[in-house]
């Protein structure tokens, strides 16, 4: 792996995460969205990690200060890539955009340039033909505050070649995290192929009644000596995600999802209760109560 310049495209919650904690380890970073004020966004997520790097890792500001002086940000893709020995894709999990994104990519990324997907719902073979070179693309998924959460799930697809996929995986150690190698393409990776079915289950009592967010988390953290429950989760998931979940589920025909949907859009999504980004979900922050000393009393 001689990666130097990585690029990540796309400045959300996620892709602004990757590109500071890429710098943080020490590559420079081209950071692309599609307008001013998508970067505009992009850059207060940057600035407010550094104060999150100082409370969690006890980071200092002098590395954090470098660390954000390591990433440029642009609104041409073809300026963002001209050094890019790695792209990560991190825009909206959308096939059609995914596929006009890679077109564009592939016409102005230098040919050594490797691609890797952050899609957390959608397989690298959907869109890997459109990529222009389907041996140098695959998936790299991340979880979200990656600096604490540091994992990164590294999925081939059947035309990656085997070089690349070592050399992703050794550079997801390179930025701190732990590598978790996917040798086919699996849906949901490992994480959320294990994730899911709890959250749905953990919401499924919610909503039919069987307890109450609180009662669920405490039952889960002192018979399993987790740090939190699955409502704590769906908090730094975020509303809207397990919202989009269970519509998913529900347009598929599954009751449970669907039920599980309504009841989050009207008791928390409609209040602009969207989880810990946005001060409360199903609990308040910055202290919220699965926090407090007597929780689990």
């Not at 979900?281 to 109560?289: A, D, E, L, T, V």
Request: hydrophobic share 40%; glycine share 8%; aromatic share 12%.
């Amino acid at each position: 792996m001689n990666y130097k310049s990585i690029t990540v495209a796309g400045g959300g919650v996620l892709g602004s995460q990757i590109a500071f904690q890429t710098a943080f380890k020490g590559f420079e970073v081209c950071l692309y969205d599609i307008n001013e004020k998508a970067l505009e966004m992009a850059d207060t997520r940057l600035k407010n990690y550094m104060e999150r790097y100082k409370e969690d890792i006890g980071a200092n500001q002098e590395e954090l200060e470098a660390a954000y002086n390591r990433i440029k940000l642009y609104t041409d893709l073809a300026k963002a890539v001209e050094n890019a020995d790695l792209v990560i894709e991190a825009i909206p999990e959308l096939l059609e955009i995914k596929k006009d994104f890679y077109q564009n990519l592939a016409n102005v990324s230098p040919d050594k340039t490797v691609f890797a997907s952050n899609s957390s719902t959608l397989l690298p073979s959907q869109f890997a033909e459109f990529t222009g070179r389907p041996e140098k693309f695959l998936a790299l998924h991340f979880a979200n505050e990656i600096w604490k959460f540091n994992v990164a799930e590294i999925m081939k697809h059947s035309g990656t070649n085997e070089e690349i996929f070592q050399d992703v995986i050794e550079f997801a150690k390179a930025i701190g995290m732990v590598p978790i190698p996917i040798h086919k393409e699996q849906p949901g990776y490992v994480m959320n192929s294990l994730l899911i079915p709890f959250l749905l289950a953990a919401q499924t009592l919610l909503v039919n009644g069987i307890s109450d967010p609180e009662s669920i988390d405490k039952t889960w953290m002192l018979t399993s000596g987790a740090p939190f429950g699955p409502f704590a989760w769906l908090d730094i998931i975020g509303i809207n995600t397990a919202y989009n979940v269970g519509k998913s589920l529900g347009d598929q025909g599954n009751e449970e999802g669907a039920k599980i949907a309504d009841y989050l859009k009207r008791e928390f999504i409609d209040k602009g209760k969207l989880g810990k980004q946005a001060g409360e979900g199903f609990y308040k922050y910055p202290n919220p109560r699965f926090l407090a000393e007597d929780f689990l009393k």
